[in-house]
């Protein structure tokens, strides 16, 4: 079973940069297509980037397309989520999520593991 711990959450002002760690406490992520997603209060789960097993492909949402970036990190066993220009409306909790089969989706129901989300908050 696939078990998967996000960190690296925080609060920075408007402009800057964060980068979220999504690691594995059990299971191997070389196995799964890796997908980042967000959720604002009162807001529906949106998608932001999915990542492909060796890295090499990603789709990205237009909400972050230019800003924020995915890659993997086999050696630790971990994908990251480099968000950089951060914006008072990325205020939100990320969350990572893992499926076997990469197709690029950035639907929630088509992600079958899920960490238990980081807070970011953009504010000065």
């Known amino acids: 079973q696939l078990q998967l711990v996000e960190s690296g959450g925080d609060l920075v002002q408007p402009g800057g940069s964060l980068r979220l760690s999504c690691a594995a406490a059990?299971?191997?992520?070389?196995?799964?297509?890796i997908a980042w997603f967000r959720q604002a209060p009162g807001n529906e789960r949106e998608g932001l980037i999915s990542?492909?097993?060796?890295?090499?492909?990603?789709t990205y949402s237009d909400s972050v397309r230019g800003r924020f970036t995915a890659f993997r990190d086999d050696a630790n066993n971990a994908v990251y989520l480099q968000m950089n220009s951060l914006e008072p409306e990325d205020t939100a909790v990320y969350f990572c999520a893992a499926t076997m089969r990469y197709t690029g989706s950035l639907q929630s129901s088509d992600y079958k593991y899920w960490g238990q989300g980081t807070r970011v908050t953009v504010s000065s």
């Open positions: 059990s299971g191997n992520l070389d196995y799964y297509a």
């Open positions: 990542i492909s097993h060796s890295g090499a492909r990603r």
